[in-house]
């Protein structure tokens, strides 16, 4: 059965102090996890350490960015061994924000994927349609085009590992909601696809994460769709309130 996962996305906000301050927070509102289900903090990377020590185990964190290259002298980046040294299990790939400000495009997002897995790190990877591409009603072929680049070079073992979050690019950070009935639609058409490639038995176990101003007034009916297993929250993880109550909506 795959896993209901509720992702945080601090981006660049939260300071040591605050950040602690949140895990605290977080730390015992989670005393217990519901089965099968996994929450995850994803701080800005030098916080990966100091709050790993403060952690509860009930939580898991992950690096919102991973290098594509294997190490050495790039100056600035991060690797999938660091990362695995440091214990982490999660690194996002692809955000919007990456392709949109840092130029990466499917074949680095596809190294990244890469370099997850080599290290042991289950990427959550990012796919998501830009307003234009809505507007012309070409998102499933872009999104569809995005899963197939970014992820259909695996064999069917190394995608047992893969996480997907549907983030179309006009919801993130804007509170635009894409109806339940309008992410559920491409949720669908990802698990298909991947059946189609891999077959139904991985399909079904491969998470599929909604995000763009998921908050806790939309998430239970963004959940309650057959294909979103979860989410992956920016703006309302920076509230342990708000977070949690996201949390108990999935
Ligand atoms: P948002 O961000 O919830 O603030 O829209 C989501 C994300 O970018 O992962």
Redesign the pocket.
């Known amino acids: 059965m795959r896993k209901k996962i509720i ?1 945080g ?1 601090w ?1 660049m906000n939260l300071p040591l102090q605050k950040a602690m301050n949140l895990v605290f927070d977080l730390n015992q509102q989670t005393h217990e996890i519901k089965p099968n289900t996994q929450l995850i903090l994803f701080p800005t990377l030098p916080l990966l350490n100091p709050l790993k020590e403060i952690l509860s185990p009930n939580l898991f964190l992950g690096a919102q960015n991973i290098s594509q290259f294997v190490r050495g002298a790039y100056t600035g980046e991060v690797s999938g061994e660091i990362l695995d040294s440091l214990g982490i299990s999660y690194a ?1 790939v692809g ?3 990456r392709r949109h400000y840092f130029n990466e495009s499917d074949d680095v997002v596809l190294e990244k994927v890469n370099r997850c897995l080599e290290n042991n790190i289950k990427p959550i990877v ?1 796919v998501g349609e830009p307003l234009k591409i809505r507007e012309n009603k070409q998102h499933i072929e872009f999104v569809s085009n995005q899963v197939i680049n970014n992820l259909f070079h695996l064999n069917a073992d190394d995608f047992e590992n893969i996480v997907i ?1 549907y ?1 179309p690019v006009w ?5 635009k ?1 894409a109806s339940p009935e309008q992410a559920q639609e491409i949720h669908k058409v990802i698990r298909n696809l991947v059946a189609d490639k891999y077959g139904n038995e991985v399909a079904n176990n491969t998470s599929i994460l909604y ?5 806790p007034t939309n998430a239970k009916q963004l959940f309650a769709m057959p294909d979103i297993d979860g ?7 920076l509230n342990a309130e708000s977070f949690i109550a996201i949390y108990d909506a999935v």
């Open positions: 992702a996305n981006k996002l955000h919007s924000e990012c979050a983030e919801a993130i950070g804007t509170g909601t995000g763009g101003s998921c908050k989410g992956l929250i920016g703006g309302a993880a």
